[in-house]
């Protein structure tokens, strides 16, 4: 089944706001093996979007529409659907009482316009709307499909969780479609997309001549890159077999090649992987941070039950601070023997057993004699005090997010060699 996206609004054409509805709809497609080989956005225009919809299904057999179904003049998805189905809409008496239930129940009074969100194109069902106000349609057109959902975040992607994807995945079985889909991403931090895809190019062709099996990459920026890897078989233990044995070889060729740069699996995150760890070998952590400003304490208490393993952090911006407070010997601030220093202070004031210390540079004006993008990574452990240095690319806020996630993949790396 091919699916197709088009995302309406004027301002993403304007680029006013991103488009990251379309963006996650296509990771879930591709996560769920449905290929989406278009995507359109289409501004606030009847004609227009009519074009766009009658284009999608002349070459698609499903429609994902995000956007354009709020009770504005600008809203006009719904007659545009209207008019591709050649049907009137009606308004139906269940959604006008669903959305005055809505506004009484937060204390509101309902502008009448709310009501051309309960215009319906004849034929069409009603995803029902959880927590807003525009209810979603699945509309058919012969033996094809538009979905259109509203253009908020979390109502566009609860409303693809709980009615699209179930429906998506009826059609393909009815289609004869019944194999089982299963995906799992590896998550690195410390290579290019490119290198990544070099490490394992050899897997392509393999994977090409097969047609099983499909791999992907998914740049995630101060996420690092992700390699998708999906599979699949004729039952959950076929689909199950293929991916095991996939992403092992995966895995043989990127250490082999790339060293340990895979931290994580699916949604673990770096913070994530450090708690792991820690919790594992009964370790505390103690965080001084300068150049990333707290960033990598808030990662860390991400972590449900994170007080059981993290003791807290300094932000030691100021030079003195790292003096009179850690204890960093007084002298250039932005480097190695800093960085140490502030980890050995971290470890020593916050009681923990592990002491994390990053300085740096975010720019954009030098340091120390230091550019921009230089930071010092100090990891206090036992008896033994090292460091890393970094050169990051980037902005000043890109220097300060690559900064605490490398500094937490230094930790990481740290750990396992205990």
């Not at 996650?24 to 497609?29: D, F, I, K, M, T």
């Not at 996420?223 to 599979?231: N, S």
Request: glycine fraction near 10%; proline fraction near 4%; include cysteine.
């Amino acid at each position: 089944m091919r699916v197709e996206i088009v995302a309406v609004g004027t301002e993403l054409l304007l680029g006013q706001i991103p488009d990251t509805n379309s963006q996650w709809l296509g990771e879930q497609l591709a996560a769920n093996g449905i290929a989406s080989h278009f995507h359109q956005h289409v501004g606030d225009n009847h004609e227009r979007i009519v074009l766009a919809f009658r284009t999608a299904l002349a070459r698609s057999d499903a429609v994902i529409v995000c956007g354009g179904l709020g009770p504005t003049q600008d809203d006009i998805t719904r007659a545009a659907l209207g008019e591709v189905m050649n049907v009137e809409l009606e308004r139906d008496p269940v959604l006008v009482n669903a959305i005055r239930a809505m506004f009484q129940s937060r204390g509101r009074e309902m502008p009448e316009n709310n009501l051309l969100q309960a215009d319906v194109p004849r034929g069409a069902s009603i995803i029902a709307q959880t927590r807003g106000t525009a209810p979603g349609l699945i509309c058919p057109i012969g033996q094809k499909v538009v979905y259109a959902v509203p253009g908020v975040p979390y109502e566009m992607s609860d409303m693809f969780e709980r009615a699209i994807l179930p429906d998506l995945l009826a059609r393909e079985r009815a289609a004869g479609q019944t194999s089982v889909i299963i995906s799992r991403v590896l998550r690195t931090w410390g290579s290019s997309e490119s290198g990544l895809a070099e490490a394992v190019g050899e897997r392509f062709d393999a994977l090409a001549a097969d047609g099983r099996v499909t791999i992907a990459f998914l740049a995630s920026g101060i996420e690092g890159i992700k390699v998708r890897i999906t599979a699949r078989g004729d039952d959950d233990a076929h689909a199950a077999r293929l991916l095991a044995d996939e992403e092992r070889q995966i895995r043989t060729l990127i250490v082999d090649r790339l060293g340990e740069i895979i931290f994580g699996v699916d949604d673990e995150t770096m913070e994530h992987a450090i708690a792991q760890r820690l919790v594992t070998r009964h370790l505390t952590l103690g965080v001084a941070e300068s150049v990333t400003g707290g960033l990598m304490a808030s990662r860390l208490v991400n972590v449900p039950g994170a007080s059981q393993w993290f003791r807290g952090a300094v932000v030691s911006y100021a030079s003195e601070v790292k003096f009179e407070l850690l204890g960093v010997p007084r002298g250039p601030v932005v480097s190695a023997a800093a960085a140490e220093a502030m980890a050995q202070g971290a470890r020593q004031v916050l009681g923990s057993d592990v002491g994390l210390g990053v300085t740096g540079v975010a720019g954009p004006e030098e340091q120390d004699g230091q550019p921009a993008g230089t930071v010092f990574v100090g990891i206090a452990l036992g008896d033994e005090v090292t460091s890393v240095a970094l050169r990051l690319p980037g902005d000043r806020p890109r220097i300060r997010a690559y900064g605490a996630i490398s500094a937490l993949d230094a930790l990481r790396r740290r750990l396992d060699q205990l």
